[in-house]
């Protein structure tokens, strides 16, 4: 049946019937009209449909322009994705925002050739459910203005992150998927939504902590109380800031030993640790080898008196090398 409702090209479209002997199709009822608006061809294939056919059949009635590609927009919705892909009937239960539902661009609108095309029909169908909503599912606050409380995400924040984050648990297009070049369709669709409820397509500043420092003491009128108020804050900012610090740290080394260098400075705070006394012998018998004449001889090597180990007139390690492993080794033989 999709497939002769899809191939239908002329004004009297879908089910032909069969042919007869002279090639002729017979008298059977035809389906889904082209100029139909009633779409009650659909109720005829699943009488489910009814709900979605009858606010279809009043929102395209006062359209005049446009009419046919709203119509065909319709169609799609309604027929591929709401009757061949079995979503909810009932229009009460599939807007709810937590009804979970299939993507509509991956199931009937990634096949398109055209991104126009694509852009055409999300448009008219985001239309038509704003629509339904805004006529049947919503109600006055009491600022006067329109809300569908059980049908809102109740957040105005349509950024790529939340939205990515959102379609992450329905197994949707990923975050990435959104801001690649393909996701235009995405990032556009998501513009709408941001336009249709005043929100944002950026992801909002967190307020700075010193801000809102400011308001909670700004809201408590006596002094004494304020200033106590005060020195707590500021106390706990430092916390959190030497606990941030601390969380950069990965690698947090204590030192145990009980023999340290004498404090160079009696005035000072800061303790100097010998810190290559725990070499291993293999360690340290490695670089002695390493700078050793033998060792040197057999690669060909030479030192000069900045420590430089040269192969020819190319310098092998750079300045310090040689110099800087005699003093690692005489550290170590000290505290041995």
């Not at 990032?187 to 336009?195: E, F, I, N």
């Not at 009128?221 to 500021?234: E, Q, S, Y």
């Not at 260098?261 to 291993?280: D, F, Q, Y």
Request: glycine share 6%; with cysteine.
């Amino acid at each position: 049946m999709y497939g002769l409702i899809k191939n239908a090209k002329s004004k009297n479209t879908g089910f032909k019937g069969r042919r007869n002997k002279n090639g002729r199709r017979k008298g059977i009822p035809k389906l889904g009209q082209k100029t139909d608006v009633t779409l009650s061809w659909m109720t005829e294939i699943n009488p489910d449909l009814e709900q979605w056919r009858s606010l279809a059949e009043e929102w395209l009635k006062p359209i005049k322009r446009g009419k046919c590609s709203a119509l065909n927009a319709v169609k799609k919705f309604l027929y591929d994705y709401i009757h061949e892909k079995n979503t909810s009937k009932i229009p009460a239960q599939f807007l709810r925002r937590d009804y979970i539902i299939e993507s509509f661009y991956h199931t009937c609108l990634s096949q398109l050739k055209t991104s126009h095309d694509v852009k055409r029909i999300l448009r008219y169908v985001n239309n038509f459910l704003n629509w339904v909503l805004d006529n049947y599912f919503s109600v006055e606050n009491d600022d006067g203005i329109k809300v569908v409380p059980k049908y809102e995400r109740g957040s105005k924040d349509f950024s790529i992150p939340t939205i990515g984050r959102l379609l992450a648990k329905v197994k949707g297009p990923s975050e990435q998927t959104i801001r690649n070049k393909e996701g235009a369709d995405y990032r556009a669709l998501m513009q709408c939504w941001a336009s249709y409820v005043d929100g944002v397509t950026k992801k909002p500043k967190a307020k700075q902590e010193s801000a809102i420092s400011e308001e909670i003491l700004e809201g408590i009128t006596d002094p004494t109380i304020r200033a106590l108020v005060g020195v707590v804050l500021a106390e706990n900012r430092k916390l959190k800031g030497e606990n941030s610090l601390l969380k950069r740290q990965t690698t947090i080394t204590i030192d145990m030993r009980t023999h340290t260098r004498p404090i160079l400075n009696s005035s000072a705070n800061v303790e100097i640790l010998p810190l290559m006394s725990n070499l291993l012998p293999s360690e340290i018998t490695a670089l002695q080898h390493a700078i050793s004449d033998e060792f040197l001889k057999e690669q060909g090597w030479t030192t000069d008196g900045q420590g430089r180990i040269k192969y020819k007139e190319h310098s092998i390690y750079k300045a310090g090398y040689v110099t800087a492993i005699k003093k690692v080794l005489s550290t170590c033989l000290e505290d041995k």
